[in-house]
């Protein structure tokens, strides 16, 4: 890589597109999804350690694969099949529609079953399951195109924000909040560690099928519960090295790196940005206060026509912004509710150094995630 750490998150705009965002399509590369322990290299401008595997695979990512080459389908599109409810998922697996109208609450299903996660949030990288099929160029156009094919997925988001114990508290900016049943979910998410594989290919997802506006507001929630309210310790690593760095857009994974040193513990050991760079910076606007779920709204809420986000509109100012520094990737800025209003205070979760939440995430460090990702 020419930029020794992997990331161009702080390089100058006028930069010629250091990270990639303008890039076409090409090489997928597995990497980790939990802690790792790489060395910074000689001349770095971060000190300590980083999770560089982690780093090039965010990175090749955010390229868009520039060395892949688009495989001969022969015109087949699974995924798209999939989407449109013409085929079940495989091996073992049902139409998307069971998924959408019967999983919803079946968190023990959506726990172990280890083959649906690729089908739902198809990416342009291998999985284990082997029967599922890296998306293609031509199938992102079709779900891009396809108002049936996007409500399916906005829903499958949901359905997996729910597992997690989140919300999604408004479909046009993506903001997102505490589910009510928020604890129990949350000492899932701390034990189960190859859930952190998927969220991550959950965010790759958003940003390569039309929803990327999605991303940063769910990336800042999982800071903010893991560096804020200290809810997720099993989770952490796993946004700092992954999470944060799957937005392309440059200006809001500035805010998230600068939010996330802000509030890490203690500072000197952040190695995700370089300190000076992060002294200086200063968001564009400020985070607008913290609301909680609106209480109008039983069900998922409807998008609307020509707000921000919609199938119907372009991309909003701060996308333009994006486009203006040499970004290609559109996407809306962090300043939106992305977190409820305080609710009672919750047990602290106690994870023993000797759990399997923490032995399982220092584990994934040592194996590339696509030895077993979801």
Known sequence: MDDPDCDSTWEEDGDADADGEAASAGAAD???????????????????????????????????????????????????????????????GCFIEDILQNWRDNYDLLEDNHSYIQWLFPLREPGVNWHAKPLTLKEVEAFKSSPEIRERLVQAYELMLGFYGIRL??????????????QKRFQNLNWHGHNN?????????????GLEHYQAPLVRFFLEETLVQRELPGVRQSALDYFMFTVRCRRQRRELVHFAWEHFRPRCKFVW???????????????????????????????????????????????????????????????????????????????????????GSHFLSLVPSEAFSE
């Open 169 to 182: 508290q408004d479909r046009d900016t993506g903001a997102v909040c505490r589910a009510q049943n928020y």
């Open 197 to 209: 594989l998927r969220i991550t290919r959950i965010l790759k997802s958003l940003g390569e099928l």
């Open 273 to 359: 940005g370089p300190h000076d760079k992060l002294r200086k910076f200063r968001p564009g606007s400020p985070p607008r206060p913290l609301a909680g779920p609106r209480q109008d709204v039983e069900g998922p809420t409807e998008p609307k026509q020509g707000a921000p986000g919609s199938p119907s509109q372009g991309p909003g100012p701060a996308a333009q912004e994006c486009a203006e520094l040499g970004e290609a990737v559109e996407g809306e800025g962090l300043g939106v509710s992305l977190h409820p209003a305080p609710l009672s205070p919750a047990p602290s979760l106690q994870v023993d150094v000797q759990g399997l939440g923490v032995v």
């Open 30 to 92: 597995a990497g980790d999804e939990d802690e790792g322990a790489g060395q910074a290299r000689p001349g770095s401008r971060m000190t300590g350690s980083r999770n560089w595997r982690a780093a090039q695979d965010m990175r090749r990512y955010r390229h868009r694969y520039p060395d892949l080459v688009e495989p001969d389908c022969n015109g087949d599109m699974p995924n798209l099949s999939f989407y449109k409810n013409e085929i079940r998922f495989l091996p073992n």
